[in-house]
């Protein structure tokens, strides 16, 4: 993670900035026919890691509800990927890796919302 960005003590939302910001670097220049697809990947990626923050800032019902948006929005972003993947518009490797990367965002994200 670069040090000029936040970081927060919610590790998920930690892991979720880093993948984010290597997922937008890995879509910015799609082809002009996938870009609908690459906006999407932009818009969801961006929701996990701003809704994992604002549920860290959050109590209650409305806590997990953002974090229930964030599983969301990781499980989108990888069909996205995917898609572009299928496309041959994104580098395949690259994109795995993100995909693993939220994997893990999403696993840390369905514990908060299912504590023991």
Partial sequence: MHDSQPRTDLIAHN?????ASQTLALVRRVPTPFK???DQVIRAASSVAANLNEGNGRFGRDRFNHWRIAYGSA???DTF???LCGAGVVDTAQAKSASDLFDQ????TWRLIHPK
């Fill in 36 to 38: 609908s697809l690459s």
């Fill in 75 to 77: 499980k989108e972003v």
């Fill in 15 to 19: 892991v979720a900035l880093e993948d």
């Fill in 105 to 108: 965002v999403r696993a840390m």
């Fill in 81 to 83: 990927l995917h898609l």
